[in-house]
């Protein structure tokens, strides 16, 4: 049975031209939302396949934050974010989407707990910024991915200072490794949602 209806003078199959033209539904809109959050959670999950070990850290390089960060540009902040807690929600039910192996709720007490937390706050962070009124440029959104990005490293810096007992240890293992890495995938996020803009004015009739 669908959801969606169109009056159709004198036909039952043809929809009205101002049926054809109506905008989406709230209905379709949130069924559409809903996918994208799913998609962004499963994105989360092929990027934490994608890793790589580092000498002297016991979290991994990989490219999950970069769907992060994206979560938050295309989803904005609420779906976003919402995108991130499934993505958790999933490896908490058991689910082997985590970047070490292993999964369960325990999972989260591990070192890097605390930046899967992050990824919830940082796409909320990256959303909040980029939904604000104003022109949406590669300046503005370069900040809101690095300030993503950080977001992400402060919640796995705390956390990861109470697992190890040594906040400059966990500094040492958790970020400074990382930041080149970091860098670089705050430069091909900017220049996706960049590309993104000029490319969806295009796609307006």
Same mark, same amino acid.
């Given at each position: 049975m669908s959801l969606v209806h169109t009056d159709a003078p004198g036909s039952m199959n043809e929809?009205? $031209? /101002?049926?054809? #033209?109506? +905008?989406?539904?709230?209905?379709?809109?949130?069924a559409a939302r809903?996918? !994208?959050?799913?998609?962004?959670?499963?994105?989360?999950?092929? $990027? /934490?396949?994608? #890793?790589? +070990?580092?000498?002297?850290?016991?979290?991994p390089a990989?490219?999950?934050? !970069?769907a992060v960060l994206l979560a938050g540009a295309f989803?904005?902040?609420?779906?976003? #974010?919402?995108s991130q807690a499934l993505y958790i929600l999933m490896g908490a039910a058991g689910l082997p989407v985590f970047a070490l192996p292993g999964a369960g709720p325990t999972y989260l007490l591990g070192p890097t707990g605390g930046y899967l937390v992050g990824f919830v706050a940082a796409a909320w962070v990256v959303g909040s910024l980029l939904d604000r009124g104003g022109k949406r440029g590669a300046l503005?959104?370069?900040?809101?991915?690095?300030?993503?990005?950080?977001?992400?490293?402060?919640?796995g810096l705390g956390w990861l200072s109470v697992v190890l007992g040594d906040p400059s240890a966990a500094l040492r293992a958790g970020v400074l490794p990382f930041v080149l890495f970091d860098l670089a995938k705050v430069v091909i996020a900017t220049g996706v949602y960049s590309g993104y803009l000029r490319w969806k004015p295009s796609t307006r009739p």
């Open positions: 929809p009205s $031209g /101002a049926a054809a #033209s109506a +905008p989406a539904r709230p209905l379709d809109r949130a809903l996918v !994208l959050v799913f998609f962004f959670a499963v994105l989360t999950w092929v $990027g /934490a396949r994608i #890793s790589v +070990p580092l000498p002297g850290t016991p979290v990989t490219v999950q934050t !970069l989803l904005g902040r609420r779906a976003g #974010s919402a503005r959104a370069a900040a809101a991915f690095l300030l993503g990005a950080a977001t992400i490293h402060l919640c």
